[in-house]
């Protein structure tokens, strides 16, 4: 069975902070992507980035960066200098080789960023 | 490019109705999945269609049923309405393929009284 764990249900910071959102993963799979999407009020869910198992760099976009490590199985968000637009709900979500386009989501993390 | 787009966006139905919901997938995509997003919690995968078939289902009752068009448009159709569907719909769909990323739409948020 898949799981994902986002432990933090909620993160107020200010403006121009720095804030790591957490996820946890459980898979017997091997071969598997993870996912980060970000929710707006709007309801629709934007896809931020994949990773697959076999890629274990980090990556940067911009003020957004993603430790993925298989030996803790963690896939962290850190936003740099935040934004109010950054405040959303974010969530982490796994999909396992054999279940295209079934992603298997956390619960979520919603980040309040305030001037 | 239109990206996926869901109808209607707001619904309200009584307990015991019928209720069904459209998507139109992103321009290009031949798979689409439907999820539901009870509030406060993450999406939960109800099921995936792919040349008009039903390929994959989640942990959903026969009540949740879909269909697939040949211009690879989508519908959800819920039966018996409970007060534990009220929840956001979302459809998100995906070109066939192990890891590619779905595109999601805005949702139907349904409400059962």
């Known amino acids: 069975a898949q799981k994902v764990t986002q432990a933090q249900t909620e993160i107020s910071v200010v403006e121009k902070e720095d804030v790591t959102l957490d996820c946890v993963y459980e898979t017997r799979d091997t071969t598997y992507y993870l996912f980060w999407y970000k929710q707006p009020p709007s309801g629709e869910l934007v896809f931020l980035i994949r990773?697959?198992?076999?890629?274990?760099q980090n990556e940067i976009s911009g003020r957004y960066s993603w430790n993925f490590q298989k030996s803790t199985s963690s896939f962290n968000f850190t936003i740099t200098a935040s934004q109010v637009v950054d405040s959303a709900v974010y969530f982490c979500?796994?999909?396992?080789?054999?279940?295209?386009?079934?992603?298997?989501f956390g619960t979520g993390t919603r980040l309040q960023v305030t001037l | 490019d239109a990206g996926v787009t869901q109808s209607p966006t707001h619904l309200i139905k009584t307990r015991g109705q019928q209720v069904t919901l459209r998507c139109s997938p992103k321009s290009g995509h031949d798979t689409v999945s439907w999820y539901q997003q009870a509030l406060g919690q993450g999406p939960q995968f109800i099921f995936q269609y792919y040349e008009e078939e039903e390929r994959q289902r989640g942990n959903f009752p026969d009540r949740f049923s879909g269909h697939q068009f040949p211009n690879y448009s989508s519908e959800l159709n819920v039966n018996a309405l409970l007060l534990g569907d009220s929840a956001l719909y979302l459809c998100?769909?995906?070109?066939?393929?192990?890891?590619?990323?779905?595109?999601f739409g805005s949702g139907t948020q349904l409400s059962v009284l």
């Open positions: 979500a796994l999909m396992g080789p054999g279940t295209a386009s079934k992603l298997t």
């Open positions: 998100a769909s995906s070109s066939r393929g192990l890891g590619e990323k779905l595109f």
């Open positions: 990773r697959n198992s076999f890629d274990e």
